[in-house]
């Protein structure tokens, strides 16, 4: 593809290059750059790739898109506004817009977009969809695992795993870094997804106001004919579902509110987990494949995707009886002394409130909850967490999750300050998370519950020099069975 070509969307702010070299590759990674390639140098928060143009020259780029002033660059210098942005662009014109190729599912949402994106390609796959799936535990594209770093890739990697897939829809979550940092930029929607907004990374916000206008951009992705399904029992959610419908866009609603498309009722909140959904004035029964209130809404909300992909009622149904559910959400084991363990990825207040409260619901004992917090992530949330853990378990441990290069000494000092504040006599610190599990279950008998909550499917801890195994790991030895 020639420069030019490339260059058509793009609103920049010096001469356009009088050279029009043919473009071999893109890259924002000078360590990826080969002869004929686009450099695309982006300011980011460890590093500036402006620092690696020369780099990237002395590789064979054919041209640079930047956004700072260039000092005498012998390769076309395209400047622009936004780096970030002008990669989406130009990743998706390099590919030919792939995601207007494909059937394009987004998810947004704090809680519940690797649940829904894992249980929506159960259903629709059952239906007859081959599904690639994009989100933070992996990227599965034509049936092959990637591994992955971030819930939503930059636009270059988004648009390279949108070009390779073969498969008919690609499900896709959108944090709200992701939407905030231009990595869906190019890339339309045919449905997208509202699961519900509560505190989660303010310190990268800085306030839920601002948190939500970046998951709402991902609805101003919609394709002309495309749908939004937004839970409007959120307070976010129904002043979406408010302005997405003063505009004229299609919606359609969900939730126990007697507004809503798809409504809500009877909520069976014990064994088997349940809701009546009411379509079109007709009811019918839903049983949810994972415990909890929380996974009732995630079980709704996909039933109502896999009907906007023309699927029959009953068959999805069917289908999300049998769903086999998600690694590190709600995932129980049972020990073979009579107490049953549970690992959940809750990370936010809302989570670890809804899967105390799941636990606590089925417990005919005690509830012994051990959860830490991630360092350098938003710092308001753990009064929170310690509150409801205080409130709904009958004991905690504090314990340290990832560090994420917080000195441990420092996290440790911040656990205390948030016991004496938040927290009450049945609580304890213990640094090591192996050992805090095993504490936990010493501590419990028949009929009681041990829930392990933050990490979930995460397999490392970084810079946590104690323990590196996953929370299964450290049940492994308490184990007879596995899953329930
Ligand atoms: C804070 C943040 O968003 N960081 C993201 C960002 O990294 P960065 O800004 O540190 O990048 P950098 O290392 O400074 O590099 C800047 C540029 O210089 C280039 N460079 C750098 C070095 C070099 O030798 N040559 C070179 O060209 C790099 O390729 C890059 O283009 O760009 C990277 C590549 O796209 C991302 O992987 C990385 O996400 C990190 C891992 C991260 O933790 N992000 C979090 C905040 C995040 O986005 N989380 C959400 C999920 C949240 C949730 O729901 O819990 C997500 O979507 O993952
Ligand atoms: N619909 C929901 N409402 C509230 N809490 C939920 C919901 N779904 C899941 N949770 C809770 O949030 C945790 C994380 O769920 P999930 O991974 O599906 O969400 P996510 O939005 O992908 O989160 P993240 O991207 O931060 O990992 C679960 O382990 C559970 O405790
Ligand atoms: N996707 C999130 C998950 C963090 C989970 C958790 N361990 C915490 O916040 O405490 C991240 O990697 O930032």
Redesign the pocket.
């Known amino acids: 593809m020639k420069l030019n070509q490339l260059l058509e969307n793009i609103p920049f702010e010096n001469e356009k290059p009088i050279v029009d070299p043919e473009i071999k590759g893109l890259t924002d990674s000078s360590s990826e750059v080969e002869p004929g390639y686009i450099f695309i140098a982006i300011t980011g928060y460890q590093s500036d790739g402006h620092s690696y143009i020369t780099d990237a020259i002395k590789k064979g780029a054919s041209a640079i898109i930047g956004e700072k002033d260039a000092l005498e660059c012998p390769i076309p210098y395209i400047k622009v506004q936004n780096s970030k942005k002008a990669l989406g662009t130009v990743s998706a014109i390099y590919y030919q817009n792939p995601s207007h190729r494909k059937k394009m599912i987004g998810?947004t949402?704090?809680?519940?977009?690797?649940?829904?994106?894992?249980m929506v390609k159960h259903v629709l796959e059952d239906i007859g969809y081959s599904c690639s799936l994009i989100?933070?535990?992996q990227n599965i594209v034509n049936g092959e695992k990637f591994e992955t770093n971030n819930?939503t890739p930059n636009a270059l990697r988004v648009n390279e795993l949108l070009a390779d897939s073969t498969d008919d829809v690609v499900i896709m979550?959108a944090?709200s870094q992701g939407l905030a940092e231009y990595r869906l930029e190019g890339i339309e929607f045919d449905l997208c997804l509202f699961?519900?907004l509560?505190h989660?990374h303010l310190n990268y916000h800085g306030s839920l106001d601002n948190y939500f206008e970046a998951k709402k951009q991902l609805f101003y992705k919609l394709k002309h004919n495309g749908t939004a399904i937004i839970?409007v029992d959120d307070f976010y959610g129904e002043k979406l579902a408010e302005e997405l419908h003063q505009k004229g866009m299609n919606i359609y609603t969900f939730g126990e509110s007697r507004n809503a498309d798809l409504q809500m009722n009877e909520l069976n909140l014990t064994h088997p987990y349940s809701v009546h959904l009411k379509e079109n004035g007709e009811k019918f029964p839903v049983v949810s494949p994972i415990p909890?209130?929380?996974?009732l809404?995630?079980t709704t909300?996909t039933y109502a995707a896999a009907k906007a992909f023309f699927g029959e009622r009953q068959s999805i149904i069917d289908s999300l009886e049998k769903f086999p559910g998600?690694e590190?959400?709600?995932n129980i084991y049972r020990l073979p002394n009579g107490v049953t363990t549970v690992i959940?990825?809750?990370?936010?207040a809302?989570?670890?409130?809804?899967?105390l409260q799941t636990a606590s619901d089925s417990k005919t004992g005690r509830l012994v909850h051990v959860f830490g917090f991630k360092g350098q992530k938003d710092m308001d949330k753990r009064k929170e967490m310690i509150k409801i853990s205080t409130e709904i378990s009958d004991q905690y441990i504090l314990t340290l999750d990832d560090l994420n290069n917080v000195p441990e000494n420092e996290m440790i000092e911040h656990l205390y300050e948030l016991q004496n504040e938040y927290g009450n006599d049945k609580g304890k610190i213990m640094k090591d998370r192996t050992l805090a599990i095993e504490e936990a279950i010493r501590l419990s008998e028949e009929g009681d519950w041990v829930a392990i909550?933050g990490k979930?499917h995460q397999s490392y801890q970084q810079a946590y020099a104690y323990s590196v195994q996953s929370d299964k790991e450290c049940l492994q030895l308490f184990l007879s069975k596995d899953t329930e």
């Open positions: 998810i949402g704090t809680n519940g977009k690797t649940t829904t994106s894992y989100g933070t535990i819930t979550e944090s699961t519900n509560s989660e839970n909890g209130y929380h996974n809404y995630n909300i998600v590190g959400r709600f959940d990825h809750a990370h936010t809302d989570a670890v409130l809804n899967c909550t979930g």
